[in-house]
């Protein structure tokens, strides 16, 4: 009620709400403006027009549940799906029926989640930035950069699962091997990053990167995208709202079968790399 959400008691209210839909009953949905600010808020309702009030998921407990019990004096109150810790707390006494999930002495039910409709797949999107590099001194645009682009991706419905490079065995946050890290990106449909190794590792694993370049004029992730032959790239300087917008439309439909012909090109040892002179380096300097 305060600006907290669960996906799963979003998940519930749909649950209740597919049932009322079906069964033709009137409904309003009351939220928290520290969640969704565009309401409705339960400021916004007046308690005289409805006849029921329905509290869905969470613990029946606490004085934010007691003050839904004094705004609503008149209407029938029903706690349903939800968590009952003391079967006598003033906050359970308040309402006229309650259907809870699981309370003391009583055999649990399923939560209301498990049941609910199920929602649209969402793109799941791995975000590889990063603060640093400052040997490029004034050239640097990385703060402003990654500032433009969490914004930009915060309007976007996808899921998002922020990714780092560095790896370190004693952060369990952090993965230790390249193999975990790559078996991550694998799951992804499309990589968002201004780094050189987020574009690299997410075309390795055939997914495609949308990839900006922090440093000003151009620089490692510009050199590496064209070495790769891959087109999605915006430099920091041209980097605004409708160039992310084309070319995330472009990853996610026609970028995901170039992106896998660019991982079976690396198989395939036929783009060039750096070490490919080495070893007639190596021998030249016997």
Known sequence: ??????????????????????????????????FRPEGPSLDDTRPGDYSHLLFVCGPAHGPQVEDLHRRYPDCVRIAVGNSVLDAEDAAVHGFHHVLARDAPDTVPTLDLAARAPGPPARPVVGVVLTHGQHEYGPRRQHERVAGFVTRWL?????????????????????????????????????????????????????????????????????????????????????????????????????????????????????????????????????
Do not use: I
């Open 1 to 34: 009620m305060h600006g907290e959400a669960t996906a799963g008691d979003l998940l519930a209210l749909d649950r209740v709400r597919e049932l009322l839909r079906g069964a033709a009953v009137p409904h309003d949905v009351a939220w928290s403006p520290g």
């Open 154 to 286: 915060n309007g976007r419905d996808c899921a998002r699962l922020e990714l780092e490079t560095r790896l370190d065995p004693h952060d369990w946050r952090l993965c230790t091997t390249s193999g975990q890290l790559e078996s991550v990106l694998a799951r992804c449909d499309l990589v968002v990053t201004d780094r050189l190794h987020g574009l690299v590792l997410a075309l390795r694993g055939g997914v495609p990167a949308l990839a900006v370049d922090p440093v000003a004029g151009g620089a490692k992730v510009t050199a590496q995208a064209r070495a790769c032959g891959w087109p999605a790239l915006l430099p920091a300087e041209r980097l605004d709202t409708p160039a992310l917008d084309w070319w995330w439309d472009w990853c996610l439909t026609s970028g995901r079968a170039l992106a896998e012909g660019t991982a079976d090109g690396f198989r395939r040892d036929g783009t060039a790399d750096s070490a490919d002179g080495l070893l007639r380096l190596l021998g030249a300097s016997r």
